[in-house]
Structure formats: C-alpha cells, structure tokens
C-alpha cells in the first residue's frame, strides 16, 4: 500500500527540540521530493519545507522555520525528517509529511500521510 | 494572514454549481502554472483534487474543475453532492522557492 506514516509528535518546551519522522512505503522513496506542511488547530494549511529526491541536497524552507528547522533523507531506511529547534507556541500543530510528484518539484503534493501533532506548551 | 486568498465560505444545493476563487499576485498565481487545489474532510489529511492549474489526478472526479485568470484560479465543483462537503485549499508555487497556500474554504452543501 502506498502510504506515509509520521510520528515523534509530542508534548515538547518552548525552546526545546523535536524530531519528526515520516516512513515512506509503497512506492520508490528516493525518486520523488517530499515535504512537511502544517496545520494549527482550526487553522489553515502552512507549508514549511521540501527536499529533492535522490542525495537530497537541496532543500528548502518557509522563512517562518527557516534556521530553526531542517529537513532531511535517509532513502535506505525510506523516512523523511524534521529536526524542530528553539521551538515557540506558535509551532504547536499537526505535522503532515507529503510527496511530490517528482523529483525536484514544488508545484504539488500527491501523496500526505495523517500527520503527527506537536504541542508547545511550558 | 494567508498569502493567497479565498472565500472563508461557500454554499450550495445539491445537483447546483459553486465556484472557489483563489486569488494571489504575479509572483505566484500569475506568474506560474502551479495552482493545486486540495480538499480536506474533518479530522482527514488533504486529498488533491487539481494540479498545474486545471489537471485532474487519476480517480478524481470529472464534476472538479479548475482555471486560472490573472492572478486569480478557481476550482468549480458541478453537481454538487453531499460528500462534497468539506474544507478546500488553494496552493501555489511562489517562484522564491516556496509554496503558498490559501486560507481555506469551507464548502456546504446545503
């Protein structure tokens, strides 16, 4: 079955780290770039990073998490990341992982998982 | 504030027509062939409905439509049933390598 699974969401301090997890199945993870969009509560959809498929060496961020976030690939082990830095209230969402649909794309998103929630909260 | 903006609501009978805009700049909406539109049921991970301004995916139904003038695209929904009831969100590229979304709109099927 084609699918996205994220996990690492929890209960995290302002200014602390997290690190998030999204395992790819199903399809040929290291061909396609991937994504990490968000959603606030009741809120609308924010996108916020995307790295290329293959080596993932080129990334990029919303200048809402740029220099607290980075997104990276592990194709052996099919899993996308994101390591969350110097976390603030405002980061407390649902975090979706999504494909492209190709390698080196930021035009569309075909493929989401059912997202992971983090809580920023003292 | 959303960089692209849409209707908070829209409303329709079943069987009737609705149309969502979605309107940004020339820097984004404008400037590219980008535009997607997803659709988000309660408590459901976004599903695409349109890509690249006016593509359906595969297994989307022919009744979800898209188009774009200017610096405005629009997703047209025809003979509206009551599944259709649900959260849509426009999205474009921006060409400063980032994606925008809308803010979301909600859709009732009355």
């Known amino acids: 079955e084609v699918q996205l699974l994220e996990s690492g969401g929890r209960l995290e301090q302002p200014g602390g780290s997290l690190r998030l997890y999204c395992a790819a199945s199903?399809?040929?993870?290291?061909?396609?770039?991937m994504n990490w969009v968000r959603q606030a509560a009741g809120k609308g959809l924010e996108w916020l990073s995307s790295?290329?498929?293959?080596?993932?060496?080129?990334?990029h961020y919303a200048d809402s998490v740029k220099d607290r976030f980075i997104i990276s690939r592990d194709n052996s082990r099919n899993t996308l990341y994101l390591q969350m830095n110097s976390l603030r209230g405002e980061d407390t969402a649902l975090y979706y992982c999504?494909?492209?649909?190709?390698?080196?794309?930021?035009?569309?998103?075909?493929?989401w998982g059912q997202g992971t929630l983090v809580t920023v909260s003292s | 504030q959303s960089a692209l903006t849409q209707p908070a609501s829209v409303s329709g009978s079943p069987g009737q027509s609705i149309t969502i805009s979605c309107t940004g700049t020339s820097s984004d909406v404008g400037g590219y062939d980008y535009v997607s539109w997803y659709q988000q049921h309660p408590d459901k991970a976004p599903k695409v409905m349109i890509y690249d301004v006016n593509h359906r995916p595969s297994g989307i139904s022919d009744r979800f439509s898209g188009s774009k003038s200017g610096n405005t695209a629009s997703l047209t929904i025809s003979g509206l049933q009551p599944e259709d009831e649900a959260d849509y969100y426009c999205s474009s590229y921006t060409g400063r390598n980032t994606v925008a979304f809308g803010g979301g709109t909600k859709l009732t099927v009355l």
């Open positions: 199903g399809f040929t993870f290291n061909n396609y770039a």
């Open positions: 999504a494909k492209g649909p190709h390698s080196d794309s930021l035009s569309w998103f075909d493929l």
């Open positions: 790295i290329n498929g293959g080596r993932g060496d080129t990334t």
